[in-house]
């Protein structure tokens, strides 16, 4: 079993910044891919960012290329988003999955934690 617990989250004035991290606990994380996700109230979830199980690979949801930066550091099992020029749309609650290697996020044997929120002020 995991456990993902998120942690960084605050209140922050635009154009702030912001680095959340997810550790998890249970079993090492080494073979799994990793990615934030965040919800907005009333909207869907949707992605952020991911990274390969090795860390080779990176990807981001388009309106967060060049401000966002996830990480991971495997033998410690955790892993972060540094958030930079952040924006009042990225105001949500921000949520870390794990996943096995060619796994849905949303599959069964994925596993989420329970978010940390993100609020960005004008």
């Known amino acids: 079993q995991v456990q993902l617990v998120e942690s960084g989250g605050g209140l922050v004035q635009a154009g702030g910044s912001l680095t959340l991290s997810c550790v998890s606990s249970g079993r090492t994380l080494d073979s799994y891919g990793l990615a934030w996700f965040r919800q907005a109230p009333g909207k869907e979830r949707e992605f952020v960012a991911a990274i390969s199980w090795a860390g080779g690979h990176t990807y981001y949801e388009e309106s967060v290329k060049g401000r966002f930066t996830i990480s991971r550091d495997n033998g410690g099992n955790t892993m972060y988003l540094q958030m930079t020029g952040l924006k009042l749309g990225d105001t949500a609650r921000y949520y870390c999955?794990?996943?096995?290697?060619?796994?849905?996020?949303?599959?069964?044997?994925?596993?989420w934690g329970q978010g940390t929120q993100v609020t960005v002020s004008s």
């Open positions: 999955v794990a996943a096995p290697p060619e796994t849905n996020w949303y599959a069964q044997n994925a596993y």
